[in-house]
């Protein structure tokens, strides 16, 4: 009898983030993870070019990527763009994941949900390393937020 396949758990504390974890890390195909990313990425609204600046700029990535957050009513509200379409779409699954919390809940969050969409098999290291300081900059604008 085959084992039960585990269940992907990611538990990211956004129900948002953990059903785009979920849809990732089920597709054993990485084209089809690919093609997820670069619908995401088609899905991102226009980002207004005074956004633009120095502070949303996200150090680290070999793409230029921007990534602006704001408060409304408690909650965070994040805006962003990529000139790649691949980081565009990681982008677009961060703000997707991280918008409507609250900045306690990012700044609590661990990247360890990256490992569960099953992606990092098939970025490149740099491409990788860049998914992860677009979280860690989204994280830092959340503190801030609060500090503000």
């Not at 949900?113 to 098999?121: D, K």
Request: with cysteine; charged share 25%.
């Amino acid at each position: 009898m085959p084992e039960p396949r585990p269940e992907v758990m990611a538990a990211t504390g956004s129900e948002k983030l953990d059903r785009i974890v979920e849809r990732l890390g089920s597709s054993r195909d990485p084209r089809r993870r690919y093609e997820y990313l670069l619908w995401l990425a088609r899905k991102l609204p226009s980002f207004e070019q005074v956004l633009r600046t120095e502070a949303n700029k996200v150090k680290g990535c070999v793409s230029q990527v921007y990534v602006s957050g704001r408060l409304e009513d408690g909650v965070l509200c994040w805006q962003g763009d990529s000139d790649a379409q691949i980081t565009r779409g990681l982008l677009a699954m961060l703000i997707e994941g991280l918008t409507g919390l609250t900045p306690a809940v990012v700044i609590a969050m661990t990247p360890d949900f990256i490992a569960e969409t099953g992606l990092q098999s098939s970025l490149t290291p740099s491409r990788a390393n860049g998914f992860i300081n677009i979280f860690r900059q989204m994280q830092q604008q959340a503190a801030a937020l609060i500090e503000a």
